[in-house]
């Protein structure tokens, strides 16, 4: 059982050597494909074996690693870290299905996304603050390489963009990182990198500050939060479908992931002292970029600008320090992760087929693909919160939890959800109905437009039906992420 | 006398003697054998150090060995050894063969190796020397090539000055401890703050730290390719080693830290700006020499065994990535019509996908990313410095580093991400150019996975 964990996280990068070697296409897609569906079914099964009733983590390795700077390998997984793990996966599996047509260099485009599967995996298993920070920034080179090389137009640009910003957020966190190994050492003699060793602690409240300012910056740049925000939207823009895929449903995360996993049990009370000036971007977040994303006529960038809003749910939820807001920060997590796959998909076939992503060159699209019609409608409504559907449960468990501490904070917040059903449905309809702007010339060329192929509906299957379970039979997984929430919590 | 304690440098330089000889009495046509030959030489040194008893002094007490300069002369010897590897093929394309390039890459080792064993003032002054004239003639060894000679004259003329300083420096340390040994000496008095000021300024002329930076962007960019690798490596891992050792004899100074401060702050900013307007990647390569001049010299701020543990770990493994940097620059100038200009990288992926992965990987490693070797020794820098709560430190090489990763990108970028416009012949690499990338690029990765393989070897 634990070493399946590590074969699951390893299994990827091994695949990618494999891809970069053998250099054949049939073969790279073949492989990235049964590679992560096996690491899908590991995690299910691990997902699914999950003690929920024991304290602590499980599936645990450590092994020793650099015993001189007191680092080890040590992985193991709480119910929030093996429900990201299992929607990572997921995700991965989707986002290979859909890249099944790529033809533009196929076999370095799938050893990077294997690469980066490994990357992501290891970030939400990682129990080592030196292991998570390799991890962390392993997925930087790959990701870069998939915006520079598969982009749209303005791709190096976004690419730049992209690795600046996010290099700049992840060396405070190495300074953070730093700074408690080092108060750890001048403390007790020892000097360690484990996770475990530094949740014992009690810091004095200057190292909290410092360390959640610190931590805070990098996790901030990654969410992104509002101020640090502007890379997402030119990433998502030039990045192509895949690529936006596991950017809006796995790298986002690892921003959030790390408030929860880092910033809250390490530095309490740093993050309760935070917590206005946290609502406060949230707020700004949610509504802000919700407005930004109504006045937007790229489809693509209205996605990432939703990203943001819905991003700020998870922030809002994350400190408003009550069981029910933080499960359902942690349930918009892997909710939101599911609905911006599909959103991203829906966004990339049309990109595939009519060669834009401007609401201006679309319009009466449901009459030519029907199908892709319905799951896109499905994929939006997920985004939006609509009952039945994961993102609500989410919703609403971060709502009820915020209002019962903070009842003008979750109000405010509340226009957020009301703002997103608007930029949705006035984007729905004019890609898809408005059939009034379908001009002759359109008319004709859009004639021949073949609907979503098997691999697409594949994909969108994965993901959708997973969001349908998640929204209506919510209970295993709310039981399964409350088992971070309430340590995390100090319960 | 105890002939066991330089072994390693009887090694080499009977290794010397030997390929003057051969050289006296063959022709251009084997230069090929001879570089083989002295690049052999190097590893035969290195063998000798397993025979070495340590610690031991030698030569009337100015010579020392202790396990950690053994270390030290282990990391130059393989150094030299790559550095050689990859050179010959390139002067036979550029057709500058000079016989003379097989041994004086090994003079100026012999000449560092001496130095990082020194402890005393005269022998580090005579050894700095024997290093530097041998590099002096070695920039200047594309003899039709004018920025070559203008590369070498400016070396020269600045690196006089360094010798001065450093001969000036040990006349005051002389005339205040009585003594050219270097020892504790606790007196604070101007004339030994004096010695010291110049001592590290001589030191850092070497290092190439602002504001004694002036000749690197030159001497690197007229230097040939090769020299210009070995220029970034082999000294700079001497020059820190000995560093290391004066630092136990000043720290106490209070003007020390300040003084190291100074011109690791200087390097970092003023390297990391301008590079950003350098159009040629091997002046911005310069530029990054001297950058990571001022990370370095950060590892020099206290006397604290972790920071300096840091500081040797990170330099030993820059000096791999920037020997590797080089030798990918070489390969690529030996084709007709190549410029260094950042225009004729573009595309380069397109053409030759492992160079120009290789060119990233190591440039990737510079920046600090991980699993690049360089991140552990840049985290270990870090923690080194939070650790003796020098913040402000700490947080300018974290913007540092964070500012560097803008023109580093940018070469990557051309590599990568942009079409070529000019077109070349295909690059060919030789085998000893494919052995220094292979073992550089390996080492950059099986350390940064494992460090500890090297990290627990030095010991302070």
Redesign the interface.
């Known amino acids: 059982m634990e070493n399946l964990l590590n074969i699951a996280i390893f299994l990827p990068l091994l695949a990618a050597i494999l891809v970069g070697i053998v250099r054949n296409e049939k073969f790279s897609k073949v492989v990235s494909l049964s590679i992560s569906s096996v690491v899908f079914f590991i995690m299910l099964y691990l997902f699914l074996n999950f003690d929920w009733s024991a304290q602590g983590f499980q599936y645990v390795t450590k092994l020793n690693?650099?015993?001189?700077?007191g680092i080890s390998y040590h992985v193991g997984v709480d119910g929030m870290a093996i429900s990201l793990l299992l929607m990572t996966s997921l995700v991965f599996v989707s986002a290979f299905l859909w890249s099944l047509k790529i033809e533009d260099r196929p076999n370095l485009y799938f050893a990077l996304f294997l690469a980066l599967e490994t990357a992501c995996l290891g970030v939400f298993s990682a129990l080592d603050l030196?292991l998570f920070?390799?991890f962390w920034?392993?997925m930087?080179?790959p990701m870069y390489?998939i915006i520079?090389?598969w982009g749209h137009d303005r791709?190096?640009y976004a690419?730049?963009k992209f690795?600046?910003y996010t290099?700049?957020g992840s060396?405070?966190l190495?300074?953070g990182l730093?700074?408690i190994?080092?108060y750890g050492?001048?403390m007790t003699g020892t000097i360690s990198f484990d996770y475990t060793f530094h949740m014992a602690f009690s810091y004095p409240m200057f190292l909290q500050i410092a360390g959640f300012l610190l931590f805070g910056l990098g996790f901030a740049v990654k969410i992104p939060m509002w101020p640090v925000h502007t890379w997402l939207p030119d990433a998502h823009v030039e990045a192509p479908t895949a690529g936006s895929i596991v950017l809006a449903a796995v790298l986002l995360k690892m921003g959030t992931y790390g408030f929860v996993r880092y910033s809250l049990p390490l530095f309490p009370d740093a993050s309760k002292y935070f917590i206005p000036l946290i609502f406060f971007l949230s707020l700004v977040a949610i509504i802000y970029t919700a407005m930004m994303a109504i006045a937007q006529t790229h489809i693509k960038r209205l996605i990432a600008y939703s990203s943001i809003s819905h991003m700020g749910v998870v922030t809002l939820g994350t400190f408003a320090m009550d069981l029910n807001a933080l499960n359902g920060a942690i349930y918009m997590m892997i909710a939101h992760g599911l609905s911006s796959a599909a959103l991203f998909m829906s966004a990339g076939f049309i990109y595939d087929r009519v060669h834009s992503y401007h609401m201006d060159d679309l319009g009466g699209l449901a009459r030519y693909v029907p199908k892709l019609a319905v799951l896109f409608m499905i994929s939006g409504l997920a985004g939006i919160g609509f009952p039945g559907l994961a993102g609500f449960v989410a919703e609403f468990l971060v709502f009820l939890g915020t209002y019962k501490n903070f009842p003008v904070w979750a109000f405010i917040a509340g226009v957020g959800i009301v703002l997103s059903a608007a930029y949705f449905l006035y984007m729905y309809k004019r890609v898809m109905f408005e059939e009034e702007t379908l001009s002759e010339y359109r008319l004709e060329k859009w004639k021949h437009l073949k609907d979503l192929e098997l691999h697409h509906m594949l994909s969108f299957i994965l993901i959708i039906a997973s969001a349908f379970i998640m929204g209506l039979y919510p209970y295993p997984f709310v039981k399964i992420i409350e088992h971070t929430s309430r340590y995390v919590l100090g319960g | 006398m105890n002939w066991n304690a330089v072994i390693p440098e009887l090694v080499l330089a009977l290794g010397i003697l030997l390929v003057f000889v051969l050289d006296l009495f063959s022709d251009k046509k084997h230069y090929r054998l001879l570089s083989v030959i002295s690049a052999l030489v190097p590893i035969a040194s290195l063998i000798s150090l397993l025979f070495v008893q340590y610690p031991a002094r030698t030569l009337f007490d100015l010579f020392e060995v202790n396990a950690l300069n053994l270390l030290g002369k282990a990391i130059l010897y393989i150094l030299t050894s790559l550095a050689i590897f990859s050179m010959h093929d390139y002067y036979e394309k550029k057709g500058s063969v000079y016989t003379e390039l097989s041994y004086l890459p090994l003079l100026s080792t012999l000449g560092l190796s001496i130095l990082i064993s020194s402890v005393n003032l005269v022998l580090v002054f005579v050894s700095l020397e024997l290093a530097s004239i041998g590099m002096y003639v070695m920039v200047s060894l594309l003899r039709d090539d004018y920025l070559s000679k203008e590369a070498s004259y400016k070396y020269l003329m600045i690196g006089s000055v360094g010798t001065s300083m450093l001969a000036l420096g040990s006349v005051f340390y002389y005339a205040s401890t009585g003594s050219f040994f270097l020892k504790e000496y606790r007196d604070e008095n101007s004339l030994f703050l004096l010695s010291m000021f110049l001592l590290l300024s001589a030191l850092a002329l070497k290092a190439s730290a602002v504001p004694y930076h002036f000749w690197t962007p030159d001497a690197y960019e007229g230097a040939p390719t090769p020299i210009t690798g070995y220029l970034s490596s082999v000294p700079k891992v001497a020059l820190y080693f000995l560093l290391v050792e004066l630092l136990g004899y000043f720290y106490h100074l209070k003007q020390w830290l300040i003084l190291v401060a100074i011109l690791s702050i200087l390097s970092m900013f003023y390297a990391n700006f301008v590079a950003y307007t350098q159009r040629s990647v091997k002046r911005l390569m310069a530029y990054s020499t001297i950058a990571h001049a001022g990370y370095f010299l950060l590892g020099l701020s206290l006397a604290d065994p972790q920071l300096q543990k840091a500081l040797l770990f990170y330099v030993s493994l820059y000096a791999f990535a920037s020997l590797g940097t080089f030798t990918i620059m070489s390969v690529l100038e030996k084709r007709s019509g190549f410029s260094h200009h950042i225009l004729d990288y573009r595309g380069l992926y397109k053409d030759h996908p492992i160079l120009a992965s290789l060119f990233a990987l190591f440039l990737f490693a510079f920046i600090g990313i991980p699993p690049m070797a360089l991140f552990v020794g840049k985290l270990t820098l870090f923690m080194g410095l939070v650790n003796n709560m020098l913040l402000p430190l700490a947080i300018a090489l974290v913007l540092a580093s964070i500012l560097s990763a803008g023109y580093y990108l940018r070469v990557v970028v051309s590599l990568f991400l942009q079409e070529g416009e000019k077109r070349f012949p295909p690059a060919k690499v030789s085998g000893g150019e494919a052995l220094t990338l292979l073992l550089c690029s390996l080492l950059m990765v099986l350390l940064g996975i494992f460090p500890n393989l090297l990290y627990d070897l030095i010991k302070l």
């Open positions: 690693w650099i015993p001189s700077l030196f920070y390799l920034e392993g930087l080179i390489f520079g090389l791709k190096v690419a730049n690795f600046v290099f700049f060396v405070f190495l300074l730093a700074s190994v080092v050492y001048i």
